[in-house]
């Protein structure tokens, strides 16, 4: 049977389906650049406006000469950064177009360093994820079809919060919605964030998707800003990042460096002990959290790799208390038994799993409310 008898006979045993096809195809798009709004668009971003680079930049452009040039590379991909909106649509497409055409890992699916991840806020304060057809073209493209928005208790729409990639650097990005549907962004957050310096674990590897790394799992648990500064293997507590961090305002400063600090033991006190002071001269009753180095599963078979961690442990914890005897006021530690990662928590021994990250996410949730007294 040639093509045209088939697309005949189609037709006449299902011309609802065809048209229903062909009507969808017809649907005229309407694309909303963030870029484009006359007010801040992007969530969770320190630095802003003309103070960056590009858009999804998360350190300002002065910091190209200043920080080491990975630092730089790194702070240009769009980890922990969010975009929320409020649409009354059944169907959203994503689109971008990323520097980074190399979009997985070896041991990180592309879903975690280049994809997008969506959720919806109920009214109760829970969340709704929605799965999204991707395509990691030149140009990646998230199609969300079918959404129940659950129009009776949400008559204005939903909002909708859409965590950028983890590991790549977005060029420029559209939301698109049929032409007859309302969508509005939702301004970024003058709340004061919760800041995080820290490496590869906190920049969120390996996520097997973008929301699913444990800053952007902490919030949405808190429902506050959560600025992502994790750098992926230069996550050292240098002084020239320390200096950038503390020119603004957090609700807590969280420093998880040490997985990246195992090289350099001689120094771990002391570049403790100057970012923990930096930060107390700059923000007197701002809470610190000093991080234990949490990044090994298997170390009843490695008992080279354990020693060595359980030292960078051993000294930080030593300068805490050192700092502590000195009277530093508001400093709390977050040990490695608090995070409880386990061999069933880590890709490859070092990076989590999303259950790892769940993991992370639980035991920073607990004392952060601790100590917030939420």
Not at 163 to 192: C, H, R
Not at 251 to 279: H, M, Q, R, W
Not at 322 to 347: F, P, R, T, W
Request: charged share 20%.
């Amino acid at each position: 049977m040639n093509y045209s008898k088939l697309l005949l006979l189609m037709l006449l045993l299902f011309p609802g389906a065809m048209a229903s096809a062909q009507a969808k195809k017809g649907v005229d798009f309407v694309w909303y650049n963030p870029a484009s709004e006359k007010f801040l668009t992007v969530h969770n971003q320190l630095w802003t406006g003309s103070a960056v680079r590009s858009f999804y930049d998360r350190l300002p452009a002065k910091a190209e000469s200043v920080v080491r040039s990975p630092v730089w590379k790194l702070s240009r991909n769009a980890a922990g950064l969010k975009l929320v909106f409020k649409t009354d649509a059944q169907e959203i497409t994503i689109r971008y177009v990323l520097s980074n055409k190399n979009y997985a890992m070896n041991h990180f699916p592309a879903t975690g360093v280049s994809g997008v991840d969506l959720f919806a806020e109920n009214s109760d304060g829970s969340w709704a994820w929605t799965y999204g057809k991707y395509q990691f073209k030149d140009t990646v493209t998230y199609t969300y079809t079918g959404l129940n928005l659950d129009k009776e208790k949400y008559k204005d729409g939903r909002t909708f919060h859409l965590y950028l990639p983890l590991y790549n650097s977005v060029q420029w990005m559209e939301i698109g919605i049929p032409s007859d549907k309302a969508f509005k962004f939702t301004p970024a957050s003058a709340e004061k964030p919760i800041v995080v310096y820290g490496t590869s674990i906190a920049q969120g590897g390996c996520a097997s998707r973008a929301g699913m790394g444990w800053t952007n799992i902490l919030d949405r648990n808190l429902h506050m800003p959560v600025a992502n500064l994790g750098f992926s293997g230069n996550g050292r507590l240098e002084k020239e990042v320390v200096d950038m961090i503390v020119e603004k305002e957090a609700k807590v400063f969280v420093l998880d460096c040490l997985p990246n600090l195992g090289s350099e033991t001689a120094n771990i006190k002391s570049k403790i002990a100057y970012a923990v002071n930096t930060i107390r001269e700059k923000h007197p009753h701002t809470p610190i959290i000093l991080v234990d180095g949490s990044h090994f599963t298997e170390g009843r078979l490695n008992a080279t790799r354990t020693k060595g961690i359980l030292r960078t442990n051993s000294l930080s914890r030593e300068a805490y208390q050192e700092l502590k005897s000195k009277g530093v006021q508001g400093l709390y530690y977050l040990a490695k038994e608090d995070i409880g990662l386990d061999m069933n928590d880590s890709v490859d021994g070092t990076h989590p799993t999303d259950i790892g990250m769940l993991k992370y996410a639980a035991a920073c949730e607990k004392l952060i409310r601790n100590i917030l007294k939420l």
